[in-house]
């Protein structure tokens, strides 16, 4: 996976995917996979946006059924079974507990329990089951409801770390042929009359601007896309609604998932154990402003952690480590609550709404069912370009799967001298992949060292992520290739080793090491509003 913009400009595609948040990294995939020459465009890194500020989590959507989207929760059912047989290393069974308050909301739960399991007739998770007023707190002994009853646990899925699956779809697509370009900024769409024959994009690490020749573009720029499409329409009008969505991250204060509704307006959200900490969200409010400023405010985080404290009481402001914020976009017009906009996903073939040809627009969609969303678009581009070739995304495992065994991870452990439980924590982020990393370890003691103390990610990464992953700079690294930048400290224990450690790899000089620094600081600094 070598980003070369000028071997790319010397080339002609026959799709170019713009976007390389989970629905793009997925759709580049998918073409790839069936033969079509396929370009990848990020103006920022892989999951840079809405994938990596999730809740992290691959589920049905169990509040989606009061709005009655059975379509939409059944195809999440079914791509929850699909990423758990691609995707075991990353993809995770995760029990939620929903506490109950009274006999009415018992039996309205019963109900949606049955009905969440009849729409995943074909799962391979636990079905839910009731628990006592004894019981709940046994298993949550933190928990204090005004009054619990009792409580359902039903199974979803954890996703700990979704950048993890973007970077694996886009090396799994580079693997087969396609050509990948992070920091690579669209700057237009170029055309011959009505129809599309290239892009014009600008190396934002370089500054170099490049004009690269392609039969079809796929839009697919999450927040930014409506940016996009006024490359093809200078006079277009919105066509997603941008609401934002606010977590909290804070010591563990509960063993499984909860689900809890807000006193204040009812919203559901979640308290959600993950990887030692707890992260509680989110929220959902329009967002009118730039999209790559997103963050969360005073009213964000009160309203969590208010909401947070009717159940657990002695979780104080001072506990959150850190906020992050993340933009849905959405297929939706303004109006209405934002929790009642659909979260499903909309295709726009801009032959038939604008006249021109070779240009496709996607909107929406949830982390759960991106697999089938990009089998929907290139379903669609493949019609187009004439190729009638069959997905394949749903048979074809990621490229860390499988997983290590417990066996294995113990005799890599004796045999790398590396800890087992830094062993196991390589193994949750890249699975089989993590042989790679202790390759490039080899006898280097200092490879072997921990990078941060808040976290077991070791040197060893860094030099395999700037190899192997096309990391870029410090952020690509800490926020998207490791696990450094979503621990307590955010990563700015360890800015300076990683700086210091890909200066080299890179040959930055000194000013440009200290600029990344600065760069990276200023950029997660964001996530610290409440503090202020």
Known sequence: MKRDLDAIAGESYDLVVVGGGIIGTGTVRDATLRGIKTLLLEKEDFSYGTTSRSSRLIHGGLRYLRHFEFKLVRQDMREREVLLYIAPHLVHPLPFMIPINSLSERLVMMMGMRLYDILSFDK??????????RETLEMEPNLEMEGLKGSYIFYDCQIPFTERLCVENVISAAGHGASIANHARLVDVLRDGDTVTGVQVEDTLSREVYRIKTRMVVNAAGPWMDLVHGMIDTHSKP?????KGVHLLTPRVSNNALVLFARKDGRLFFVIPWEGYSIIGTTDTDYGDDSDTVRADKTDVDYLLTEAQRSFPDLKQEDIFYTFAGLRALAGSAGGSTSNVTRSHRLIDHENTDGIKGFISVIGGKITGFRAIAQEVIDLAAGKLGVNSPCLTAETPLPGTPALTAAELEQTAKESGLSP???AHLNNLYGSRLLQVIEVAGNDDR???????HSRDIIAQ???AVQSEEALTVSDFLLRRSATGLASCQGVDAVETVAEEMAGLLGWSTTEQKRQIEEYRSFVGMWQYFRE
Not at 239 to 243: D, E, G, K, N, P
Not at 447 to 453: E, H, M, N, S
């Open 124 to 133: 391979t998770l636990p079905s839910y089951h009731y628990h006592s007023r």
């Open 239 to 243: 066509m997603l609604r941008r609401t």
């Open 421 to 423: 439980e830094t062993v």
């Open 447 to 453: 490879a072997k060292q921990q990078i941060c103390p």
């Open 462 to 464: 860094i030099r395999h």
